[in-house]
């Protein structure tokens, strides 16, 4: 073990200011005399993107596999897939030579636009939190690195480097942060990166509340935070604020800035040494782990076809696939011999191999006749020759497969898009050949949720295969064919148009700042609320067999929320071939002192099952399950209540449910304070004991006048409620023992007594 507090002691002040700042864009400073090595640095998530030349202008990675990107790994519902995936990666950086791999991505995505979601997991705070935590430990059983991405709050691209979140704390504390908060609990990354962006009124990378209250010291986190390339501003506010280590650098003024600092005084050195400290320890973990040698790379392709088959959405389909031998398929679109199969920016792999979809068809489907017509143009102009091409060969075939993807550039980290559209060319184009050919498939390539209403009905299946990586050719056989029997479910509601997407009216903001005014109701959450019909919803996805639910059981019906509750049901499979099937667990509380979505999914588990097979699904439930944030306490919080307990295929496919009966263990502080209303007061358990005799007795004397003025039953005590309980003594203080102020004051001085 090295003694990392010994080299410490002998570093100098400067060595300190410089290990703090990257010593080129890819690694840290070496400090020799003391036997600190560099540490490499890399992109990620989906592949490892290492820069063979660390300061060549023009960054591009070593071969290296292209997993598919995070929208279709976390449609699989497959944490231990994603595990797979990450020791594979672990793998990679071992034989290229990097320490830490620069992902996951745990945004959320708030909105469909934002040109970065194909680098995020979901709309869903539970599930992107898992499918994190579980790619996070297999990159790290290898001894290699992560570095947990962006935090918090890079939910759009538009402004990225400047722009203020503006976020309220109960949205903040149950959507924002809880998919980094599970990361760093269940796996402990080495490193966290913090964003670009502002949140509430101060960049990421100098916000103390953000990285130090939260991630350090109420989440526990060890290693070291690094910023996101140029996202510091002031290197010694970012000290301050719990940034460790700025990349890239090396960057001398702010060194040196650094280093004046300490010396005046204005940076405690203490603050210094600990994100030395920090820095070091990822250092010399990295250094335990030897590096170079070679890696599987017929063993990752596999991996990644596996990973792209199974993240593939079977959105629709009236029968046609599984493909039954067709001696005829017209192939139609560019996407199908020029695969989009990865997005644009910082996490573009240079893959070891590509699959092309047109290829692996002809070397697949035995003995069928291949046609192919390019279908559209990579840009947006509009060739009615190319779709009578297409419909020629459609209409001679027995089934058009026709892959469409998203315009090249539509989607990238940088910018966001404009709209969820495919474009007008390839619109008329999937209207076309499905009019020629009833037996057409529309297969998809995109990062992210698209409109399809257009359309939607004119094919006889659609299959969103999303950026599938590099053998996603080759998936998209595997599951066209039948080889491979889809089971992915979206992690992301499509909805059915732009302007019913919760933040439509809240982005991308303006005036340099992002208002969230939709608050905790982003993807299902808001479409519930408002009753609202989308194209396809969250957790949705076909098979070509059928699952039948039977006998949910639950552990009990009425708990303590400390205890948490077990959920099982029994999953059949109902059709004629094997298949995976995802259960998914939802909560919903009856009634609650704040607002709450209608429901939210607290477990999913993804089975395998063979024809006729039945297998049960047990599902565990905590008190976060059941605990929604409340602001005032500052804490988590459970009421006592009524929960139900949702048992479903999707989010709007509920299968059972359950009524339970929660009994919360905590003992909340008072929070009652002079201008607390009545209800405030009933609502605290020793304010209620206290102020009912007067309360009584007031609504008992407003009784009366009201009897006396003809009006019984009126004085209902309703609009009290919402009164503070001042004004109401203030309006009967005549009849008080004391002044109204005085009374409050001693009313507040027995609750906080008692406490
Ligand atoms: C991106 C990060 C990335 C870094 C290094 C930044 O622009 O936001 O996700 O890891 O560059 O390439």
Redesign the pocket.
């Known amino acids: 073990m090295t003694d990392i507090q010994s080299i410490i002691e002998q570093m100098s002040l400067e060595e300190k200011a410089a290990l703090c700042t990257g010593n080129s864009n890819w690694t840290t400073l070496a400090v020799r005399r003391l036997g600190v090595p560099e540490m490499v640095v890399s ?2 998530p989906h592949g490892v993107r290492r820069i063979q030349d660390v300061n060549a202008p023009v960054h591009q990675g070593l071969p290296a596999t292209c997993f598919p990107t995070a929208s279709c790994m976390a449609s699989t519902w497959d944490v231990e897939l994603l595990n797979e995936v990450g020791q594979a990666l672990g793998e990679e950086c071992i034989a290229l030579k990097v320490d830490v791999l ?1 992902g996951p991505g745990a945004n959320m995505k708030r909105t469909p636009l934002c040109g970065r979601n194909f680098e995020y997991f979901s709309e869903d705070p539970f599930l992107a939190g898992k499918m994190a935590a579980r790619f996070i430990n297999g990159v790290q059983s290898k001894g290699v690195g992560t570095s947990l ?2 935090f918090a709050a890079n939910n759009q691209e538009f402004q990225r480097f400047s722009i203020n979140a503006s976020i309220d704390e109960r949205a903040l504390r149950e959507i924002y942060l809880p998919a980094f908060e599970t990361a760093v609990k269940e796996a402990k990354p080495w490193t966290v ?1 913090c964003a670009y962006n502002k949140l509430n009124g101060t960049y990421c990378s100098e916000n103390h509340g953000l990285l130090v209250d939260i991630l350090k010291d109420e989440w526990g986190f060890e290693g070291l935070v690094v910023s ?2 140029g996202a510091v501003h002031d290197r010694v506010a970012s000290l301050k604020g719990g940034l460790d280590l700025e990349m890239p650098g090396p960057k001398e003024r702010r060194t040196q800035s650094v280093v004046e600092a300490v010396r005046s005084g204005t940076l405690d050195q203490a603050m210094l040494d600990e994100a030395v400290s920090r820095i070091l320890g990822a250092v010399f973990k990295a250094a335990e782990t030897p590096k170079g040698g070679g890696f599987d790379t017929e063993a990752h392709h596999a991996l990644a076809r596996k990973a792209a088959a199974e993240g593939m959405v079977l959105l629709k389909n009236n029968g046609v696939l599984p493909l039954r031998n067709p001696r005829q398929i017209a192939v139609i679109g560019r996407a199908a011999k020029k695969p989009y199969y990865q997005g644009s920016g ?1 996490s573009q792999v240079t893959p070891t191999m590509l699959a092309i979809p047109f290829e692996e068809l002809q070397k697949q489907a035995d003995g069928a006749v291949m046609t192919y017509a390019k279908g559209y143009p990579s840009g947006s102009d509009f060739r009615q020759a190319l779709i009578d091409e297409a419909v020629r060969f459609a209409q001679v075939a027995e089934v058009a497969l026709l892959f469409i993807s998203l315009p090249d550039l539509k989607e990238s ?1 940088g910018y966001d898009r404009v709209d969820l559209d495919f474009n007008r060319h390839q619109v008329a184009l999937i209207k076309a050949v499905a009019s020629a050919q009833p037996q057409t498939v529309v297969i998809l390539n995109n990062g992210a949720a698209v409109a399809m209403s257009e359309w939607i009905d004119a094919p006889a299946a659609v299959l969103e295969a999303w950026m599938m990586g590099q053998a996603g050719g080759e998936a998209v056989v595997d599951v066209l064919l039948g080889k491979v029997n889809p089971s992915g479910k979206l992690a992301e509601t499509f909805p059915l148009k732009l302007t019913d997407t919760p933040a439509y009216v809240n982005y991308p903001g303006e005036n340099g700042e992002v208002r969230y005014g939709e608050g905790i109701f982003i993807g299902y959450r808001y479409y519930d609320a408002k009753e609202m019909p989308v194209l396809f919803p969250f957790g949705y996805g076909g098979s070509y067999t059928t699952f039948a639910y039977s006998s949910p059981r639950f552990s009990s019906t009425l708990f303590k929320d400390v205890e948490g509750l077990t959920v099982s049901v029994d999953v059949t499979n109902s059709g004629s071939l094997a298949g995976k099937e995802t259960v998914q667990v939802y909560v919903h509380d009856h009634k609650s002192r704040l607002v709450r979505p209608y429901k939210e999914l607290k477990g999913f588990a993804k089975i395998e099952l063979q024809p006729g097979e039945t297998k049960t699904v047990t599902i565990s439930l905590d008190f976060r399950s059941f605990a929604y944030y409340h602001p005032a306490y500052k804490q988590w919080v459970t009421e006592d209540g009524e929960f139900d307990i949702l048992i479903g295929a999707s989010s709007a496919d509920i299968r059972f449910f359950q009524t339970v009966r929660l009994q919360s263990t905590l003992e909340l502080p008072s929070i009652l304070h002079r201008e607390s209303t009545v209800r405030d007061w009933l609502s605290d358990r020793r304010g209620k004991v206290l102020i009912e005799p007067y309360i009584q007795r007031l609504l008992g004397q407003k009784k009366q006048i009201f009897e006396a003025d003809g009006r019984e039953g009126e004085a209902t005590g309703m609009e009290e409620l919402d009164m503070p309980l001042l004004s109401i003594f203030h309006n009967g203080e005549s009849k008080l023992p004391m002044p109204a102020e005085d009374l409050v004051d001693s009313l507040l001085e027995q609750v906080y007594r008692a406490k």
């Open positions: 992109d990620g620069l991405k962006h990166m996101d390339w910082s980290e």
